[in-house]
């Protein structure tokens, strides 16, 4: 009871604190109009690390506006990266860079003024020609921050001033070359442990490390490497287990599902899926629920569904070539999985799955015209993603379009569109957090120029 006591009251004077008036004007930051209030009887939460609450794309507000386009409140001119931001309380991080330096922002979440800001350093270079910002997003953990940037170097700062805690240069420390697209994993907090898909060769694939001091606690000695996906944690049998999806850059392609105790690092099995190609990476995040897993991956290799047995061994229930997400990472709600399936723009569509079945009800290609530089251009979602919310799925388009969607297993159903920008590489997910959606545009608009930008919309009815 005392320990329980002393955790809400550390967690109480931290969100005070988060509140207190230290922010100060951004020039950083363009302001357009204040939030409307919160509706009465809305539910709200906090988004503290990747996929949100509990990292499955699903949120629990409610009393949302379906209007579209949303007013918009602010928007931060960013530099590159593909991030999301955390937010906690009335403090937002957001991760990216500018110039030669990966900059940590953290901004108040109404307004985009300043508290502080924390950078360093950085020579990354994308060797297919895609931005050089980082890729992991920031996780918020009490009152640390952890971020994850493209070269491997890891840091904890306090959540309240911006210091450095600690930092580990992890890809340098255990000899992990440069993958693909350089590292872009979001490590996971998993109790007071901090868990990581390092993908040393030759081992350790993942390792955790102490949340207060970034020493390594245990080391997983697997030799796949290091994906795109990151990991997910979940109770499982009554037991806490932690999934990760590994799988980067090797010849012969190499990767998986691995299940860790999380108290000692011990793998209860590792279930081979990867594609055959060597230019392949896993990508799509694991989706935990009712004691199953479902992993997917493209290039021509397909989604397969396991259940977790309560000796922590893994029965294949069905295999499917027909729903392969590239790395964005589907929903499950109430018996079926809803996802973008395809690897490149023009082949990809929209799926319901069966989970019982793990065949397909439906696929849908979302097409329209728009309007663009004097003609008329066929447009589509392509490799979208999904935000379950408030009975509904908010979807963002992969050139920048918002949709409001109800998806059933008995279809598919438009409720509402719009434009926001008109920039490519809309890749990762939507924040949403106390009636505000947060959307990182992460090239340049190609009609009026605007350069990259987090844009801050207003939801809240």
Known sequence: MRMGTLGMTRRSLLLASCAAPLHSANPDVRLHRPPKPLAKGAKTHDWTRFLGPSMNAISTETRLNRSLPPPLVWELRKGSGYASPAILGDKLVYFYRNGDREIVDCLHRETGERYWQFHYPTTFEDRYGYNNGPRASPVIEADRVYTMGAQGVLHCLDFVSGKLIWKRELNREYKVPQDFFGTASTPLVEGDKLVVNIGAPGGPSV??????????????ANDWGPSYASPVSALIHGQRRVFVFAGGESDPPTGGLLSIDPANGKIDFAFPWRSRSYESVNAS???????????SASYRTGGALLEIQPNFTHKVLWTTSEFGLHFNTPVYREGYLYGFDGRNEPDASLACLNVKTGKIVWRHTPEWVEQVGGRKQLMSTYRGTLLAVDGHFLCLGELGHL???DLTPDGYRELGRCWLFAARETWALPVLSRGLLYISQNTRDVLNQTPPRLLCYDLRA
């Not at 390792?207 to 997983?220: F, M, N, Q, T, V």
């Not at 995040?285 to 992993?295: A, D, L, T």
């Open 285 to 295: 995040c694991p989706v935990v629920f009712e004691n199953k897993v479902f992993i």
């Open 403 to 405: 949709l409001w969607l």
């Open 207 to 220: 390792i955790a490390l102490r949340l207060d001091s970034g020493k390594e606690i245990w080391r997983a």
